[in-house]
């Protein structure tokens, strides 16, 4: 299957929750990721239930706190 990963097309394996997909890619920080699934942000208690499919396009977002004034 293939799927848009971070505007790259990246090959899986079979369909799977998108938990399993944080580990099948090994992204990082996986704790800290927020995933957008073909333009929605999924919450992370769904993250175990919510399936990606071949042709869907997923986003890997890290918002970062801090600065300077």
């Not at 073909?38 to 869907?56: A, F, H, L, M, W």
């Not at 997923?58 to 004034?69: A, T, W």
């Amino acid at each position: 299957m293939k799927i848009k990963a971070n505007g790259n097309e990246v090959q899986i394996e079979r369909e799977m929750t998108i938990f399993e997909m944080l580990d099948a890619l090994n992204v990082s920080m996986k704790e800290y990721v927020t995933v957008q699934l073909n333009g929605q942000i999924i919450p992370r208690s769904e993250y175990d239930k919510v399936t990606v499919k071949d042709g869907d396009e997923v986003e890997f977002l890290y918002f970062m706190g801090g600065g300077l004034l």
